[in-house]
């Protein structure tokens, strides 16, 4: 089996590498974008499809949305819950996003990498560039909107967010595009599917790539 004639990349081909004397490291992908570009749908989708991958579920101090799990999507604490594990160093990363704090713990990291599956984590930029600093080889990957106004309207359907507040995001979503340069790969979101299509060929080739050898 090359590495193109298997869509997933998954466990099959990792065993066809290890029996010919290949090991590799798991890998973490980390995705990033704006608020409201659509990234956690991406990544559900991708999990979905996409064999030997498990999400890495973040803690945060905000509330549920309608519909998230606690364990699945995240782990929610207090405010003073989250300050202490701070205290307690068991952040790899932690930000402050729209007032809310968000953060992965050592703890989740080792737990999916320290299998045989690959982490896929859905953090902002400042967790990014941490994660990076501790995980030099983690794969960046950031997702983008096809345009300012199509974000707006995404943000809107999704929080009815009032004006103020959609001004504040737009300004911050710009910040966050900005760095997209220091990403190793950009997806758009304009069809949902293509940009589901698009991270599933990332995650593939870097499967296939050689710097993830032991």
Do not use: W
Request: glycine share 8%.
């Amino acid at each position: 089996m090359h590495c193109g004639a298997d869509e997933r990349a998954g466990p099959e081909y990792r065993i066809d590498m290890e029996k010919i004397g290949f090991n590799r490291k798991n890998i973490i992908f980390v995705v990033s974008g704006p608020s409201g570009v659509g990234k956690t749908v991406i990544c559900k989708r991708v999990l979905s499809i996409v064999d030997g991958l498990e999400f890495s579920v973040s803690t945060t101090s905000r509330s549920p949305r309608e519909g998230e799990i606690e364990g699945i999507d995240y782990y929610f604490v207090s405010n003073k819950k989250f300050n202490e594990m701070i205290d307690d160093n068991m952040f790899i990363e932690y930000a402050v996003v729209h007032g809310k704090m968000y953060g992965t713990t050592r703890k989740e990291i080792e737990r999916v990498i320290g299998g045989k599956k690959d982490a896929l984590l859905d953090i902002d930029t400042q967790g990014a560039e941490q994660i990076k600093n501790v995980y030099p080889s983690a794969v960046l990957i950031f997702i983008v909107p096809p345009d300012f106004e199509t974000l707006k309207e995404r943000i809107l359907k999704r929080e009815g967010t009032i004006n103020a507040d959609i001004k504040k995001r737009l300004e911050k979503a710009r910040e966050e595009i900005a760095k997209a340069k220091n990403y190793e790969y950009i997806v758009v979101n304009k069809e949902l599917e293509d940009a589901v299509i698009s991270l599933k060929g990332i995650i593939r080739a870097e499967r296939c790539s050689t710097k993830h050898l032991l």
